[in-house]
């Protein structure tokens, strides 16, 4: 059974400087996809970063990069150079399979809410 | 190019009703999921569809149902609400087989049943 875990329920970064966020997740596929997405109080959720499972380097987009240790099943964002903009819910998620397989479905962490302090 | 457009965006129901959420994917997508995010935790996934037919499903009770469209577009139907139904429900939309492409979600729809 798929399980991502966020043992971070909660977390304050200073404005200007990097945080991470932590995941963990199980998983007994060799082909997965791990994403990060953020949640702002509006609801929507906003894709981050994507890591493949086969992927050698790490993620990055702008000023998130994924920290992916796949031995440890670990894959962790980094923020870079905190704004107010980024305080809001980070949800780790997992999609297993590759794309021989006929299913598709993405799970969800619990979510880390992060805020920014000016 | 519109994302993925969700309807209503607020709802307020009595506890025994059933309700409908609709939701239009993203331009050029064919996949539609469904999941329930409850107040303070991650989304939970209720079901998938794909051509028409629900190809995957979460642990959700029959109360909860859908249906796919020809033109992608999808709802969901939940019967019997209970309170713990109150929730945002989110829409997500995606090509079936881009494995590397992320999920594009709606801004969702806030269930309070009462």
């Known amino acids: 059974a798929q399980k991502i875990t966020q043992t971070q329920p909660g977390m304050f970064v200073q404005e200007k400087e990097a945080v991470t966020l932590d995941c963990t997740y199980d998983t007994s596929d060799p082909s997965y996809g791990l994403f990060w997405y953020k949640q702002p109080s509006s609801g929507e959720m906003i894709f981050l970063i994507y890591q493949g499972s086969y992927d050698q380097q790490n993620a990055t987009e702008g000023r998130y990069s994924l920290n992916f240790q796949k031995a440890r099943k670990s894959a962790n964002l980094v923020i870079s150079a905190s704004q107010l903009g980024d305080s809001a819910m980070y949800f780790c998620a997992m999609r297993e399979g590759g794309m021989e397989t006929s299913y598709d479905k993405v799970i969800f962490g619990p979510g880390t809410s992060l805020s920014v302090i000016p | 190019d519109a994302g993925v457009t969700q309807s209503p965006t607020h709802l307020i129901k009595t506890r025994g009703q059933q309700v409908t959420l609709r939701c239009s994917p993203k331009?050029?997508?064919?996949?539609v999921s469904w999941y329930q995010q409850a107040l303070g935790q991650g989304p939970q996934f209720i079901f998938q569809?794909?051509?028409?037919?629900?190809?995957q499903r979460g642990n959700f009770p029959d109360r909860f149902s859908g249906h796919q469209f020809p033109n992608y577009s999808s709802e969901l139907n939940v019967n019997a609400l209970l309170l713990g139904d109150s929730a945002l429900y989110l829409c997500?939309?995606?090509?079936?087989?881009?494995?590397?492409?992320?999920?594009?979600f709606g801004s969702g729809t806030r269930l309070t049943v009462v």
């Open positions: 997500a939309s995606s090509l079936l087989l881009l494995f590397g492409e992320s999920y594009t």
């Open positions: 331009s050029g997508h064919d996949t």
């Open positions: 569809y794909y051509e028409e037919e629900e190809r």
